[in-house]
């Protein structure tokens, strides 16, 4: 019931949220900007962290001799400028008008891969467990299997949030889906073989269909095996697992190139994926880790000990310190080479996102560092749940940081349509996690490594 009110109340913010934005149109945008400048830029939400563009272009001035601060003047503006004008130079009002009409569409693309990511990232470590035949984890597989409801559902949701944008929006998140674009900018004409609707409506549904064939066929393994007298349907399991870990290895980076690089079309990093196979990675078992936990209290998982828990923490823990691995390379090698497509990325998001952008390495290396290092910590739940809430949160914005500077620019705020979207979708999980979870029983009885399982004690 509680899922069913946080999604109508995400569905009111929503809604609420495209229509505030286009209270901002042609006729008064001169009007909004005006009014904007005279209070300071802080009288409204939607004008979080913006100076006038009289302040930015002197400020852009100033710092006309440091390269990194030149790359991103460029990149801004031919990414938000060129781009989305066809070609010529939009105007500073046309330019503004467009991003405040992006941030809905931004917002709600945000929180809906974040809730499919973390469903996908249990997924992968679900046929880890079973291609390595592990033998702590049975006890959590009902919990990973009803977590992974989610993947079908929320991958075809991000998908159609995606093209909708191209196709509904005005190009609002993914500017080489205009063909004005396409036709003045160089980069984007070489990349276009692979960045067209066509090509990325097609990856899209390969994407998707394995992910659900695997979550479909091994979920179906899993409950025959309860009632079977000899263990064929873990053998399959097991094969179809590790055929799976392959093709999401591969088809994980292309999915981030894809849903998240290409907003920034002129942009690339060879670590990408990666990176966010790690954001996913540690998002997915802190849910499973916190599910588990909520299960155990409500009696439901009594075969579950502090031992398990422990091991999980230990991933959330050990994926912590991974990504931030990830991040530093990706963020240092881009940084000191200073090449100026590539440093952009970074130059933009210190500027104008110097607080989610440092906030969320702190919450994602430091929190994680101080809280769960200490072995003890990592039995005791509460403290497991508060360390799992700061990681969710954390790569809640992470994934804001990489949608956000590409399509609203310097004009973002946590609000309304932020909110809305997270309790839009965030009630959409939990009503098809637990209605999958209410659907078998919580443990797999019939999974041959159960029994050691059952008495896994570290």
Known sequence: MSAIVLIVLGLLGVGYGFMDSHKVNEDNISEFLANEAHHGDHGTEDSHAVTSHDESSSHADEAHTDTHVESASHVEEGHGEEAHGGGHEMSHEEHVL?????????????????????????????????????????????????????????????????????????????????????????????????????????????????????????????????????????????????????FYIYTESMMSW??????????????????????????????????????????????????????????????????????????????????PEEVTYFVTRIEDYKLPFFGMLAMNFIFPLLLLMNSDYKRINWFVIMAGIVILCGHYIDVFNMIMPATVGDRWFIGIPEISSILLFGGLFLLIVFTALGKAPLLAKGNPFIKESEHFHY
């Open 98 to 246: 467009h991003q405040i009409h992006n941030r809905p569409w931004a917002a709600l693309y945000v929180a809906a891969f974040f809730f499919f990511m973390i469903a996908l990232g249990v997924l992968a470590f679900y046929a880890i467990q079973y291609a390595a035949q592990a033998g702590w984890s049975p006890v959590l597989f009902r919990v990973m299997e009803g977590i992974t409801a989610y993947v079908l559902p929320g991958a075809v949701i991000v998908l159609l949030i995606a093209v909708a944008s191209g196709t509904l929006g005005h190009y609002n998140l993914f500017v080489w889906m205009d063909p004005d674009v396409v036709e003045h900018d160089k980069l984007i004409q070489g990349k276009s073989s692979y960045l067209n609707l066509t090509s990325f409506i097609i990856r899209g549904v390969i994407f998707i269909s394995g992910y659900a064939l695997y979550r479909h066929f091994s979920r179906k393994f899993s409950l025959a095996q309860d009632k079977a007298d000899d263990n064929k349907n873990f053998k399959k399991n097991f094969r179809i697992s590790a055929a799976f870990l392959v």
């Open 258 to 339: 894809d849903w998240i690089m290409s907003v920034d079309p002129h942009w690339f990093s060879t670590l990408f994926g990666w990176y966010v196979f790690a954001s996913m990675f540690v998002s997915g078992i802190t849910v499973i880790a916190m599910v588990s936990i909520y299960l155990k209290s409500k009696g439901l998982l009594e075969f579950v000990n502090d031992s398990h828990i422990h091991d999980l923490a230990k991933f959330m823990f050990g994926i912590s310190i991974f990504w931030t691995y990830l991040w530093f390379s990706q963020f240092m090698l881009i940084w000191y080479s200073n090449i």
